[in-house]
């Protein structure tokens, strides 16, 4: 099993970026896939997830009608489009897969990848 998370760099605030989460080595299609992110002396938190079935998706307070999550079954990609992003949105993000349903839980993802790191700073 492998998720891994891409597109990260250094932006300016009220710039964007597109996050991209590669899967490989189970059924992704099957899964919720969620995005968290770990700022620098925080805790890690959720930010968005999306459905296996009708592409309903939710996100937090912090990042609604900023960032939007997409996801191309075929492909075996999850995106995360981040807009207007600002210096409180610096963080590891990564992604993650969970069959329990649309959740913030964390402890209901099974799988998890690697970070990619996004830096807002002028």
């Known amino acids: 099993v492998q998720l891994q998370a891409s597109g990260g760099g250094v932006v300016q605030p009220g710039g964007s970026l597109r996050l991209s989460c590669a899967m490989s080595g189970f059924p992704m299609d099957r899964y919720v896939i969620g995005w968290f992110r770990q700022a620098p002396g925080k805790e890690r938190e959720w930010i968005s997830c999306?459905?296996?079935?009708?592409?309903?998706?939710h996100y937090a307070d912090s990042v609604k009608g900023r960032f939007t999550i997409s996801r191309d079954n075929a492909k075996k990609m999850v995106y995360l489009q981040m807009n207007s992003l600002k210096p409180e949105d610096t963080a590891i993000y990564s992604c993650?897969?969970?069959?329990?349903?649309?959740?913030?839980?964390?402890?209901?993802?099974?799988?998890w990848g690697q970070g990619t790191l996004v830096t807002v700073s002028s």
């Open positions: 993650a897969a969970s069959l329990y349903g649309l959740t913030r839980q964390q402890s209901t993802y099974d799988y």
């Open positions: 999306i459905s296996s079935i009708d592409d309903e998706t």
